[in-house]
């Protein structure tokens, strides 16, 4: 017979069910969670290829082996407005453990702030946190023939040109993307076109080919042109040069003193999860992001791994700090689109 791990909140009838001989299915708060007994569906909200879904796929295996030897964990892709078809679908769906999400910037702290009339919830209330994954920074990224020899070379003829001379592409109006390229023209003084496209792959085409002369992208996106060159990494925009980009600097120390941007990866389920529910596939998330790797996997694709505490209140406490610290960056740019 196939072994089956269940969770419980009562240890007694775990060993009553081991000592007959038979899987343990025990309730918690009514409700059993067996990962074993169909897929876990892990959806993304962005097309297949891009960094997010690249992040599920890493994390979706180990994922698996931590919650049960026999379960399986599926990726399902549900792109659409940044995310938010994906949250508002989740919302939806039984609170069971078998669907949850890769959630990001775009659907749980954005959405909230500039997608006006688009999302019809709430990031914090209407879904179970069940932990962080990472934090990274994200990369700008120019045409070749468009960059300067140096990075803040490259950063003085942004700051130079003309208003409105130079294009830049995204993956997407009101997205990360383009709230971080509004956020350097803020901080240069200038003002950019902005170029929009429908995924990070064809940002990133349009930047080698030059059809945009620049962007900032999400380092999973980049990092295959960037590596062969077709296209120049300039600078990073978290606090310190991320590990696979040594030679990279930030922006802040490129010429845009006080820079700093980064987003964010979760994973959360639907609202109304029991317990220990949550607290398996928390501590499934944990034991994967341990895992030197799975971390060394995720690093190579553009992604860190969070290390602080990482328990289901910490991560809704990371999505309420989150989603106050865009309120203020959509303020700040005026990025904001209705329906």
Request: aromatic fraction near 6%; charge should be positive.
């Given at each position: 017979?196939?072994?089956?791990?269940?969770?419980?909140?009562?240890?007694?009838?775990?060993?009553?069910?081991?000592?007959?001989?038979?899987?343990?299915?025990?309730?918690?708060?009514?409700?059993?969670?067996?990962?074993?007994?169909?897929?876990?569906?892990?959806?993304?909200?962005?097309s297949?290829?891009?960094?997010?879904?690249?992040?599920?796929?890493?994390?979706?295996?180990?994922?698996?082996?931590?919650?049960?030897?026999?379960?399986?964990?599926?990726?399902?892709?549900?792109?659409?407005?940044?995310?938010?078809?994906?949250?508002?679908?989740?919302?939806?769906?039984?609170?069971d453990?078998?669907?949850?999400?890769?959630?990001e910037?775009g659907?749980?702290?954005?959405?909230?702030?500039?997608?006006?009339?688009?999302?019809?919830?709430?990031?914090?209330?209407d879904?179970?946190?069940?932990?962080?994954?990472?934090?990274?920074?994200?990369?700008?990224?120019?045409?070749?023939?468009?960059?300067?020899?140096?990075?803040?070379?490259?950063?003085a003829k942004?700051?130079?040109?003309?208003?409105?001379?130079?294009?830049?592409?995204?993956?997407?109006?009101?997205?990360?993307?383009?709230?971080?390229?509004?956020m350097?023209?803020?901080?240069?003084?200038?003002?950019?076109?902005?170029?929009p496209?429908?995924?990070?792959?064809?940002?990133?085409?349009?930047?080698?080919?030059?059809e945009?002369?620049?962007?900032i992208?999400?380092?999973?996106?980049?990092?295959?042109?960037?590596?062969?060159?077709?296209?120049?990494?300039?600078?990073?925009?978290?606090?310190?040069?991320?590990?696979?980009?040594?030679?990279?600097?930030?922006?802040?120390?490129?010429g845009?003193p006080?820079?700093?941007?980064?987003?964010?990866?979760?994973?959360?389920g639907?609202?109304?999860?029991?317990?220990?529910?949550?607290?398996?596939?928390?501590?499934?998330?944990?034991?994967?992001?341990?895992?030197?790797?799975?971390r060394?996997?995720?690093?190579?694709?553009?992604?860190?791994?969070?290390?602080?505490?990482n328990?289901?209140?910490?991560?809704?406490?990371?999505?309420?700090?989150?989603?106050?610290?865009?309120?203020?960056?959509?303020r700040?740019?005026?990025v904001?689109?209705?329906?």
């Amino acid at each position: 017979m196939r072994r089956r791990l269940f969770l419980t909140a009562g240890a007694g009838s775990l060993a009553a069910a081991v000592a007959a001989g038979r899987p343990a299915a025990v309730q918690a708060q009514g409700t059993a969670f067996a990962p074993a007994s169909k897929p876990v569906t892990v959806v993304s909200g962005y097309s297949p290829g891009g960094s997010t879904d690249i992040a599920a796929r890493l994390l979706a295996d180990r994922l698996a082996a931590h919650l049960d030897p026999a379960a399986r964990v599926v990726v399902e892709n549900r792109p659409g407005a940044s995310g938010v078809i994906a949250a508002d679908w989740l919302r939806r769906q039984a609170p069971d453990g078998h669907t949850v999400m890769l959630a990001e910037t775009g659907s749980h702290a954005i959405a909230q702030n500039a997608l006006v009339g688009w999302n019809k919830y709430d990031a914090v209330a209407d879904f179970t946190h069940l932990g962080v994954i990472g934090t990274p920074p994200l990369i700008l990224v120019a045409n070749n023939a468009f960059a300067a020899a140096t990075p803040a070379a490259t950063v003085a003829k942004l700051r130079d040109a003309p208003r409105g001379s130079v294009t830049y592409a995204t993956s997407g109006v009101g997205g990360i993307l383009h709230l971080a390229t509004e956020m350097l023209a803020q901080h240069l003084g200038t003002q950019f076109v902005h170029v929009p496209y429908r995924s990070g792959a064809q940002m990133m085409q349009a930047i080698h080919t030059g059809e945009a002369q620049f962007g900032i992208a999400a380092l999973a996106s980049a990092n295959a042109m960037v590596r062969d060159g077709l296209a120049r990494g300039v600078a990073v925009t978290g606090t310190e040069r991320f590990p696979t980009y040594p030679d990279t600097p930030t922006l802040a120390a490129s010429g845009v003193p006080g820079f700093e941007f980064t987003h964010f990866y979760i994973l959360a389920g639907p609202p109304g999860m029991a317990p220990a529910v949550s607290e398996a596939l928390n501590r499934a998330l944990v034991a994967s992001l341990a895992e030197e790797s799975l971390r060394d996997r995720m690093l190579a694709a553009g992604h860190d791994t969070w290390r602080a505490p990482n328990g289901p209140a910490e991560a809704r406490a990371f999505v309420e700090r989150e989603v106050a610290r865009y309120r203020e960056i959509v303020r700040r740019t005026g990025v904001r689109l209705e329906s």
